[in-house]
């Protein structure tokens, strides 16, 4: 088992940054690869970015991509989302997810384990 959680959220005003932070606890970190989702009221959880074991993989969805970028440290076991420009549209809540997979997964099939998520809310 792999616990995740998330902190990091709050409410900022469009073209604001927010980091997300998520602990893991449990298994080898370096095990996992790490995404990012988000869910906005009434709408499908959604990919934002994954991140392989070492680091040096990323992946981003279109719609965050030159805006967030995700990291994380094996040391500290923590994944990070270091949000910037943040529109409207981003408002949701955001989960972590760690996958047992090979590669890099872009769908919520692809993960194994989830936090319980922080909502972030970006005025207009």
């Known amino acids: 088992q792999v616990q995740l959680v998330e902190s990091g959220g709050g409410l900022v005003q469009a073209g604001g940054s927010l980091r997300l932070s998520c602990a893991a606890s449990?298994?080898?970190?370096?095990?996992?690869?790490m995404g990012w989702f988000r869910q906005a009221p009434g709408k499908e959880r959604e990919f934002v970015a994954t991140?392989?074991?070492?680091?040096?993989?990323?992946y981003y969805a279109d719609s965050v991509k030159g805006r967030f970028t995700i990291s994380r440290d094996n040391v500290k076991n923590t994944v990070y989302l270091q949000m910037n420009s943040l529109k409207p549209e981003d408002t949701a809540i955001y989960y972590c997810?760690?996958?047992?997979?090979?590669?890099?997964?872009?769908?919520?099939?692809?993960?194994?384990?989830w936090g319980q998520g922080t909502q972030v809310t970006v005025s207009s």
């Open positions: 997810a760690a996958s047992a997979r090979a590669g890099l997964a872009a769908t919520v099939e692809g993960y194994d384990y």
């Open positions: 449990g298994r080898t970190f370096r095990n996992y690869a």
């Open positions: 991140i392989n074991w070492s680091g040096a993989g990323t």
